[in-house]
């Protein structure tokens, strides 16, 4: 199964920023960011379309995160911005599943997974 790959976390101060980057192998109809804190269940981000480039976000992080992407590479990003503590999570990319697209935030209808990568916003 085809894998993607994130990267960028790290730790940093409340109000700061972090850019994650999710490198795909091959392309894909779209490209979901999501996350999953200790204790709770995976959730939704935000989410960007090949096709057309439609973007949507979970009102938690709306304002704040901005996903773009760079078709020569096959990357997505998520620019992290105002940062809470609440955002600390493991930071996960997916894409949709046949069928599926960035209308659903559900995590099970999304597959290629990659391993996570850890954002912690802490002083």
């Known amino acids: 199964q085809v894998q993607l790959v994130e990267s960028g976390g790290g730790l940093v101060q409340p109000g700061g920023s972090l850019r994650l980057s999710c490198a795909a192998p091959v392309d894909f109809s779209a490209i979901g960011w999501f996350r999953q804190a200790p204790g709770k269940e995976r959730e939704g981000v935000s989410c960007?379309?090949?096709?057309?480039?439609?973007?949507y976000y979970a009102d938690s992080v709306k304002g704040r995160f901005t996903i773009s992407r760079d078709n020569a590479k096959n990357t997505v990003y998520l620019q992290m911005n105002s940062l809470k503590p609440e955002d600390t999570a493991v930071y996960y990319c997916?894409?949709?599943?046949?069928?599926?697209?960035?209308?659903?935030?559900?995590?099970?209808?999304?597959?290629?997974w990659g391993q996570g990568t850890q954002v912690t916003v802490s002083s």
């Open positions: 960007i379309s090949s096709s057309d480039g439609s973007t």
């Open positions: 997916a894409a949709p599943r046949p069928g599926s697209s960035c209308l659903t935030d559900d995590p099970g209808r999304f597959g290629s």
